[in-house]
């Protein structure tokens, strides 16, 4: 049935790909990341729960900034929230834009569904900077140096996508620059829990994991209904992000699946392309459908965009922390 | 089997199904001897009972339709994501317990990654199914509504911890984003600090016996005959 959403998805995503391809031939610059692999386990520092608190809080901080300007043309401590050290409001790190500043960030959505689905995710990650920032009071660490311009030109750069990527330039490109945290943030967090100890604690870390399990979901759905086939390119952008992020955590076995399909057990025999992949867990054995989890580490080196830590002593920086993260995990 | 779904709408169920099923070989081998039996299920009497409890109808068949399972599978993920948040902070602090608790985490967020699927599937056929004229985009809000009333009969029999969905409302065409100001309610929350409900096994058994508050409960609903193992029994 030809409705008017799917009428509106064909426009965007024609002149989407239109434009994608007015960008010229994939980059190679992927080739980088590719077979640089270390060792996985790490030694990890002496660490209290508020040094994994305040880890999560930087990549809140990173998250809430990109739905805030997409939806609202403006950054958080615009619309007032605290971005300072402690309680202190003010006397956080800077946010690179697109030139134009953060009303050029501002989506011109054409689709009414994602519009709604961006505006929810972006007041949810505003509540989480805001539920650590208070929880960790004067531990809070302050808003890192942000990058949301360069950072998606470097990272499409190294996927492969294009040497240029624009996530606020439409519905469609928004949902593929989404699709870069999200997973990243289940993964940060299904790590990070079992590291602590207050009960607490433990329990709202939990629940935020699952918000961001539902935010995946979302952008994975969206993505999936937006390009059902995987003619549309959608899909394997998705693919070639995954693909990124596997090669930078330097995992030496699968832990991140694009949106697209897979063969499973329980479907009939000579079904049409087969299942999907929603959610970014393999089924079967041996991983049997859960999702994955990275060390502090793994999650530095993918938002930092470094498959080789730096030296002992010296913060991970590049991509989205032009400056490196703020506290002990960094 | 659903009839009539298409192969986008198979894609979905086919994951799903796989990823259910595989969460139960991966406990079974976890749990080794001390794995339960399945208890016996009700699929069809149960399904019946919560359309009435919830005022959607005499009867519900969630096979019926692509929307019905849609509905259907509402009733379940959503209450699977606070279940094993609430449980996950039982699960002891020792390395055995950390290891297990890292295998819940990764159950809760595969439901949870379910429950924005079957939620954002409800709000996207909503407007595949809009009544559209000229100048007035309306999305259709039956199922939304079904879901919702299915939301607010767990609230009832769960402790609350229920985010129901926001439908879409109608949009102009053309359309102008800068005049289209809603927020979704994918994500099931805490609306004041955006972190997920969690419910106690006690709040858990009430939704699945489909029994208001009181002790002693031992079946019911989806599980006539209640569940095997230790957590079992209403205990308030």
Known sequence: MATLETQQLDEVIVSSRRRMLALGGAAIAGLAFAGVKLAEAQSAPAYTDSDILNFALNLEYLESQFYTLATAGKTIDQLGLGIGAGTSATGGGTVVTKPGGPAACLVPWTIPAIQAYATETAQEERNHVSFLRGALTSSTVAMPNLDLYNSFNTLANAAGIATAFDPFANDLDFLIGAYIFEDVGVTAYSGAAPLITTPAYLAAAAGILAVEAYHAGLIRTSIFIADPTGSAGLQGYTQQISATRMALDGSSTVDDIGVGFQTTSTEPTGTALGAATIVDAQTGSPNYSKTYSRTTTQVLQIVTGNATPPPTGTKFTGVFFPAGLNGLFS | ?236
């Open chain 2, 1 to 236: 089997m659903v009839p009539g779904l298409t192969t986008a709408q198979q894609n979905y169920l086919y994951e799903i199904a796989q990823n259910e099923l595989d969460h139960v070989r991966f406990l079974r081998s976890a749990l080794g001897a001390d794995a339960v039996a399945r208890p016996n299920l009700d699929l069809m009497n149960s399904f019946n009972a919560a359309a009435m409890a919830a005022g959607i109808g005499p009867s519900f068949n969630p096979f019926a339709s692509y929307e019905a399972l849609l509905v259907g599978a509402f009733v379940f993920e959503d209450v699977g994501v606070t279940a094993y948040h609430g449980a996950a902070g039982l699960l002891s602090n020792t390395p055995t317990g950390k290891t297990y608790l890292a295998a819940a985490a990764s159950i809760l967020a595969v439901e949870a990654y379910h429950a924005a699927e079957i939620r954002t599937l409800l709000i996207a056929d909503s407007v595949a199914n809009a009544t559209t004229t000229s100048t007035l985009v309306s999305p259709s809000n039956t199922y939304v509504g079904y879901a919702n009333q299915i939301s607010t009969l767990r609230a009832s029999l769960g402790g609350g911890n229920e985010s129901p969905l926001t439908p879409l409302p109608p949009y102009a065409v053309p359309f102008v984003s800068t005049a289209y100001t809603p927020a979704s309610s994918i994500v099931a929350a805490d609306p004041t600090n955006s972190i997920a409900f969690a419910r106690t096994t006690d709040q858990v058994l009430h939704i699945v016996y489909a029994t208001a508050s009181g002790a002693g409960v031992t079946g019911g609903g989806f599980f006539p005959n209640g569940m095997n193992g230790n957590i079992s029994v209403t205990q308030s």
